[in-house]
């Protein structure tokens, strides 16, 4: 089959698809991404054009291949304690600060393939203590991601982040056919709970937490749906919990019952 080009037309489709399915804004310049992203499923499925790629993600009987599409249109890309800064302010600031009347709540808000959640993991088991009430959820838009993190198995290239300390407590070196992976230790996968969820959606299930990482998504989407985003968030945020959103992200002029303590921490008032 032919390379098919993408017509502008049919880009502002899946604009519109993305913005309505996840809130996610394709600026214009993303024309080129779109197409090759999508282009792979055009001809796995012998389609003609994007058109019909578009007809066949609304229609009501291709709810995986709708999935699919969203999967292959979002960005996944985390590694183990990125900014580093955020996980010392927890580790020193917050953890003291929690009481110790109720099981504190940690939400990885857009965990993609799980490192986030499992640096968080790490810290609490570290300073809180691995047998500790503790729970860590963490969650993303994409199914294909969520599986990926409960296996909780990485490539040897993805773990330069993680404390030699806690790389040695916590994770498990692939042998024979997993040469070149690690795995988190299960004792420590069994405390962090992943799903899909749809932060463009009604958020009432997840229920509520002390501390929310909702880091390096927000830049995907524009002022109104990030004022929405984050209005449901803080509604599942405890009093006094607190929100850490990414360094190239801000919360400037939106009034959110929040108060900002550092830069990119927030705490609920």
Not at 81 to 109: I, M, Q
Request: hydrophobic share 40%.
């Amino acid at each position: 089959m032919s390379e098919i080009s993408i017509t502008q037309a049919e880009f502002e489709q899946f604009r519109a698809l993305m913005h309505q399915a996840a809130g996610v804004d394709l600026p214009p310049q993303k024309i080129s991404l779109v197409s090759g992203r999508l282009a792979r499923r055009l001809r796995a499925l012998g389609l003609a054009s994007f058109g019909d790629y578009h007809r066949l993600v609304s229609s009501a009987g291709a709810r995986d291949e709708f999935e699919r599409m969203v999967d292959l249109l979002t960005t996944h890309e985390t590694y183990f304690f990125r900014e580093p800064k955020h996980f010392d302010f927890l580790a020193d600031s917050v953890l003291p600060a929690l009481g110790r009347t109720r099981t504190p709540r940690f939400w990885s808000a857009a965990s993609s393939s799980g490192e986030e959640a499992y640096s968080l993991a790490m810290v609490l088991a570290d300073r809180l203590g691995g047998d500790a009430p503790w729970e860590i959820f963490g969650s993303d838009i994409s199914r294909e991601v969520v599986e990926k993190a409960r296996g909780g198995v990485y490539a040897m290239n993805r773990i330069d982040g993680i404390p030699p300390d806690y790389l040695r407590r916590y994770c498990l070196r692939g042998v024979g056919s997993r040469d070149g992976t690690l795995q988190v230790d299960e004792a420590l996968r069994r405390r962090v709970r992943f799903a899909q969820v749809n932060l463009n959606g009604n958020l009432a299930g997840v229920g509520e937490f002390d501390v929310v990482f909702l880091r390096n998504v927000l830049i995907y989407f524009d002022l109104p749906t990030k004022r929405r985003i984050v209005e449901r968030i803080v509604r599942q945020m405890r009093p006094g919990g607190w929100l850490f959103i990414g360094h190239s992200e801000s919360l400037n002029g939106l009034d959110l019952g929040l108060r900002q303590e550092r830069p990119t921490i927030y705490r609920r008032m």
